[in-house]
């Protein structure tokens, strides 16, 4: 039996991932409603949810001067701007996940779909325990042994960060 459980908190169900990373609760929805994406509040939609460029931009045009991209890896985390906080993407063939890391603890947490809640930690399957994603093992979780870890997004690339200014900014769906 694990030791642990999964920890988690409700934050609505209107945002996904990307909304959560970017710290809006209510994106702007089409009709049907659908999940929040890169670039639509921009009205510079990505195309293909798994194109990173396409990803990038459309961050880039959403956030415009509140959000920057930033160099670095899991393993060489970049410096984070001033009232700013950092987030990550993860892609795969045809779509894309998003973490968000809180300043002050340097935990990471994501958000599962619109219905789904915040998560603060993975199973770490080698050692049958839950942990949380903090600064020391991103990269391990990420990266180097993602096949340890149980969470939807163990088989997804990492791809890059992005500075977000505290209190985000527009997403849409």
Same mark, same amino acid.
């Given at each position: 039996?694990?030791?642990?459980?999964? $920890? $988690? #908190?409700?934050? &609505?169900?209107?945002?996904?991932? #990307?909304?959560?990373?970017?710290?809006?609760?209510?994106?702007? /929805?089409?009709?049907?409603?659908?999940? +929040?994406?890169?670039? !639509?509040?921009?009205?510079?939609?990505?195309?293909?949810?798994?194109?990173?460029?396409?990803?990038? +931009?459309?961050?880039?045009?959403?956030?415009?001067?509140? !959000?920057?991209?930033? &160099?670095?890896?899991? +393993?060489?985390?970049?410096?984070?701007?001033?009232? =700013? %906080?950092?987030?990550?993407?993860?892609? =795969?063939?045809?779509?894309?996940?998003?973490?968000?890391?809180? $300043?002050?603890?340097?935990?990471?947490?994501?958000?599962?779909? *619109?219905?789904?809640?915040?998560?603060?930690? !993975?199973?770490?399957?080698?050692?049958?325990? %839950? !942990? #949380?994603?903090?600064?020391?093992?991103?990269?391990?979780?990420?990266?180097? *042994?993602?096949?340890? #870890?149980?969470?939807?997004? *163990?088989?997804?690339?990492?791809?890059?960060?992005?500075? /977000? /200014? *505290? &209190?985000?900014?527009?997403? +849409?769906?």
């Amino acid at each position: 039996m694990p030791l642990g459980s999964q $920890e $988690e #908190y409700n934050w &609505g169900a209107n945002a996904n991932c #990307y909304a959560f990373a970017c710290n809006c609760p209510n994106p702007a /929805v089409g009709n049907p409603p659908r999940t +929040a994406r890169p670039g !639509v509040a921009a009205l510079a939609p990505v195309l293909n949810n798994g194109n990173v460029a396409q990803l990038n +931009a459309g961050v880039l045009a959403n956030g415009s001067l509140l !959000v920057q991209q930033l &160099g670095g890896n899991p +393993a060489a985390l970049p410096l984070v701007p001033a009232n =700013s %906080y950092l987030i990550a993407m993860l892609t =795969s063939a045809t779509g894309f996940h998003f973490l968000r890391r809180d $300043e002050l603890t340097r935990r990471w947490s994501w958000k599962d779909a *619109n219905h789904g809640t915040v998560k603060l930690n !993975v199973m770490d399957f080698a050692h049958d325990h %839950y !942990v #949380y994603i903090n600064d020391a093992n991103l990269n391990d979780i990420l990266v180097a *042994n993602r096949g340890n #870890y149980i969470w939807a997004y *163990n088989q997804m690339n990492f791809q890059g960060f992005f500075a /977000v /200014v *505290n &209190g985000g900014f527009a997403v +849409a769906g």
